[in-house]
């Protein structure tokens, strides 16, 4: 007899990077905190100032030579709520058009990138008009129904200079609403039955339910709404024959659809990883008040089953989807 366990774990946790790569400790370097985002910066180097709309602003010292044309680093952020400001695509191409059109500013790149599972639109300019031409960098974070704006700010000639620093001050940025998904370090979970790696933002569960060997959460955010994303490994024993791999999936699927309310079966698949043989199986559903995504792998070694499961809220399911696939490619058995 084989006894399936599928488990669904709701808590709540703490905060996030944006970028995931602020140094432990920087000599001279002060910390901006606020609720929206943290950011740090060399106080040897720059000075906290104020600029309409702008919720951080730091600008280059004065001179004799550069008393008040200095060069700036600024946060703004704008509330998203419903759309208002449109999508990622749609907001940035109604600003790049608008540069377009305007002859006294010339739009030198406009590209949207992406680190890990984050994407952004990354836009340089430069002005054409007067004496003092200036050059900028701006970068726009779409947020848990906020848009982030980093911007760097400086005269065209000395722009190529302190890009560097601009970049390394920018890196720092972090928000308390967004996980980190450039994942900058990874920890080991070692088992007598297997190993992985897993992101080192993630909590491992010190008592995982009865059935599961393990079980992961991610980092909280603002907009969880009570359900937290989890990633758990089911054991299943076989007292007597051991169901071959397509007809013990099959059984795990079956007992979903009973667990799930609405539950539709999007794909189910048999794939190989090296030579562990798996099904995969994706599909959608209703868990208490929560509609949830959820990928399954489902593998089978000696007298033993196993059930990897990542469940997700329907709508943030494709923001791990990639942490969530490098963890599955280091997972090996024993």
Same mark, same amino acid.
């Given at each position: 007899?084989? *006894? @399936? /366990?599928? =488990? ?16 432990? /400790? $920087?000599?001279?370097?002060? +910390? ?11 106080? +040897? ?9 702008? %919720? ?13 044309? %200095? ?5 703004? =952020? ?45 836009i340089i300019a430069k002005s054409l008009a007067g ?7 701006? *970068? ?8 982030? *704006?980093? =911007? ?8 190529? $200079?302190? $890009?560097?620093?601009?970049? /390394? ?6 928000? =308390?609403?967004?996980?980190?998904? +450039?994942?900058?370090?990874? %920890? ?22 009865? &059935? ?5 959460? !991610? ?25 071959? @791999? ?6 795990? +699927? ?15 698949? %048999? ?26 792998? &489902? ?14 809220r329907a709508d943030k399911f494709d923001e791990s !989807? ?10 090996? $058995?024993?």
């Amino acid at each position: 007899m084989m *006894r @399936l /366990s599928f =488990v669904f774990t709701l808590i709540l946790l703490s905060k996030i990077n944006l970028n995931a790569q602020t140094p432990d /400790s $920087l000599p001279h370097w002060e +910390t901006y905190k606020e609720n929206v985002f943290n950011i740090r910066y060399p106080a +040897t180097d720059w000075v906290k100032t104020d600029e309409l709309n702008a %919720r951080f602003c730091i600008a280059t010292k004065a001179t004799v030579q550069k008393p008040y044309d %200095r060069d700036l680093i600024k946060i703004e =952020v704008m509330d998203n709520e419903d759309g208002l400001h449109g999508t990622m695509d749609e907001f940035t191409k109604k600003y790049t058009d608008e540069l377009r059109m305007d002859k006294q500013t010339q739009l030198v790149a406009s590209e949207r990138l992406k680190k890990g599972t984050l994407e952004y639109h990354e836009i340089i300019a430069k002005s054409l008009a007067g004496k003092l031409k200036r050059q900028w960098k701006e *970068r726009y974070y779409f947020v848990n129904g906020k848009i982030i *704006r980093s =911007v760097f700010d400086a005269q065209q000639k000395v722009y190529d $200079l302190m $890009l560097p620093q601009a970049d /390394s001050i920018l890196q720092t940025l972090t928000s =308390v609403d967004f996980e980190a998904t +450039t994942v900058s370090q990874w %920890r080991v979970f070692e088992h007598p039955q297997l190993t992985f790696t897993y992101p080192s933002q993630w909590t491992l569960s010190e008592m995982p339910p009865q &059935h599961t060997i393990f079980q992961l959460f !991610k980092p909280k955010k603002s907009d969880d709404r009570g359900f937290r994303d989890n990633l758990y490994l089911a054991e299943n024993t076989f007292k007597e024959s051991i169901p071959e @791999l397509g007809s013990y999936a099959q059984r795990a +699927t079956e007992q979903l659809k009973a667990t799930l309310k609405n539950a539709q079966i999007l794909q189910s698949t %048999r794939k190989k990883q090296g030579s562990l043989a798996y099904q995969e199986v994706v599909s959608t559903g209703t868990l208490g008040t929560h509609e949830v995504k959820m990928q399954q792998w &489902h593998f089978v070694k000696g007298k033993k089953a196993y059930t990897l499961v990542f469940v997700a809220r329907a709508d943030k399911f494709d923001e791990s !989807k990639d942490v969530v696939g490098e963890l599955f490619k280091s997972f090996k $058995l024993k």
